[in-house]
């Protein structure tokens, strides 16, 4: 029986997706025999509210030298980063004789709004790829991964910080006890730790079940947060929803009984407990409509396939690996997946083995249909394919939160 990565109570099973590979593991063909499968399953803790993943391959699997998501790939993302960083510029006041560390600050995307301000900055980047696009940038990063411990070389080598930022990253870490000890010793009295993730509820409402793989340990919810919080001295001062990744939370925190605490926090926690999410039922129900999307998709792309339709997909993202693996799409059903991420070119999609070409060749393809991976991204994307789209009579599919198929 499951125990909680964050109570150590029994944990509740409600979802098993069977055996899955790295999401990120884009491999070439030579290594098909060599990969690398771990059972997902995903459970509900009833006492602290967390939704975690039964099992996880080590960290060195999967955050590496060549780590394959770049986070610079959307402009959008881009934008809202910017705005991240500006936010907390003016909240904690920061200047420069301030410091902002950055928990897995990735190819730099959000970090370098500080650069830019002359406020000194820490960047904890353990894929090493990916960190030396960010200090080809000129931000400071130190590739390794962040803990208690390395929370104790920082503060040695350059004193508390005034913020502590994540995105995208505190769902990922299993080891949450070690984090929020490394975060309390290293925030300032009067600072601030300010992280965004996939949220929960938004993963519930939706069925967006494919936010779940191998890296996405948690799905936090406010209720949640609060809970792991509270263990380490620290408590949630606001709650802001974000549009993000289909819908993610930004929780700020701070020392316990430092900063006034929002409104938000207890309103947002309310809404949780009115769509159930301290209850496994809520959990269930959502397993129910991932079983609905996954008959409805594959019913959708067989008959395609019986009448020699030309499917191909958009965006070779993390999440598609569950949606491939899980639901049994292959390169029968998907022609190829184009992405404009240059190292995933060439190789083939983890578990599935589906071809992933440059984006530049999608044009050429005229395809029939266009099943939309990074859904995530779908005003950005089907704005700039409008025009593409249109003149050629081709169709989106979508699959969140069901199946559709758009003209
Ligand atoms: N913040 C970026 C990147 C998210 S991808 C964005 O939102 O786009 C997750 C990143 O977390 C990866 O770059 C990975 O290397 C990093 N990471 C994973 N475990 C970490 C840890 N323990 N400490 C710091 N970074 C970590
Ligand atoms: P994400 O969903 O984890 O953000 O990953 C998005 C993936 O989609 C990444 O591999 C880059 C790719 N992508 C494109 O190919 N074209 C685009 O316009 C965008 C926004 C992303
Ligand atoms: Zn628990």
Known sequence: MAQCLICDLKVEKFIDFGQQPIANGFLTESQFNNEYFFKMEVGFCPNCKMVQLLEQPDREQMFHENYAFFSSTSDYMKEHFKNFAYSVIEKQLLAEDSLVVEIGCNDGIMIENFLNKNIPHLGVEPSKNVADIARSKGINVTSEFFDSKLALDVIEKYGKADAILSANVMCHIPYMHSIFEGIEKLLKDDGIFSFEDPYAADIVQKASFDQIYDEH?????????????????????????QVTHGGSMRYTLAHKGRKEVSINVQNQIQKEKELGLDNIEAYNNFTRKVNIVKDDLMKLLNELKEKNKKVVAYGATSKSTTVTNFFGITPEHLEFICDTTPTKHNKFSPGAHIPVIPYEKFKDSKPDYVLLFAWNHAKEIMEKEKEYMEANGIKWIMYVPDVKVID
Do not use: C, K, R
């Not at 609060?226 to 380490?232: D, Q, T, V």
């Open 217 to 241: 340990t948690f799905l936090f919810s406010v209720m949640s947060v609060s809970y792991l919080a509270n263990i380490h001295g620290l408590e949630v001062i606001d709650v802001e929803p």
